[in-house]
C-alpha cells in the first residue's frame, strides 16, 4: 500500500489540494511540471520552502491541485498544504513551521465593493457645479 498524506492550503481566494508520496521528488501542478506552472525561482522556493526547512527535498513526489487567485497567491496556498502534510509525516517538523509562520493562514481577504461608491472604499468624483 502507498503511503499518501492528502492537505489544504488557502491564500486569497486560491486554494491548493497537496499530495505527498514517497518517491524521487517529481513535482506536478494541476498536471504540467513545477518550473512551467511558476515561471519564477521566487515563487517555486516559496511554494518548496517547507521540504528545505526539515531537509526532506527529494524524498516525496507532489502531487498538486491549485485553482483559484493569482500565481503568487497560489504559491503560498501550495507552502501552507505542504506544511501541513509534512507535519502527517512528522509531527516533530510542528514546532520549526510554526516558528517560520508556514501554518499560519493568511486570512487577509479582497474588500467587497460597497453601494454608492466606486470602489470598496473609494468614492465618486464630486463635483460642486
Known sequence: ML?????????KTAVASVRL?????????????????????M???????PLGVVNVTGQFDLLIRVK????????EA?????????????????HEF???????RDSRMKERKKYGRAGARKR???SKR
Open 78 to 94: 501550495v507552502r501552507l498544504g505542504l506544511a501541513r502534510a509534512l507535519i502527517q509525516v512528522n509531527e516533530a517538523f510542528k
Open 21 to 41: 508520496r514517497s518517491g524521487t521528488g517529481k513535482v506536478d501542478i494541476n498536471g504540467k511540471a513545477f518550473e512551467e506552472y511558476f515561471p519564477l525561482d
Open 68 to 75: 483559484g487567485g493569482g500565481v503568487e497567491g497560489q504559491a
Open 3 to 11: 503511503q499518501e498524506y492528502v492537505d489544504t492550503g488557502r491564500r
Open 43 to 49: 515563487q517555486r522556493k516559496l511554494a518548496l520552502a
Open 124 to 126: 465618486f468624483q464630486f
Open 98 to 104: 510554526k516558528v517560520l509562520g508556514f501554518l499560519t
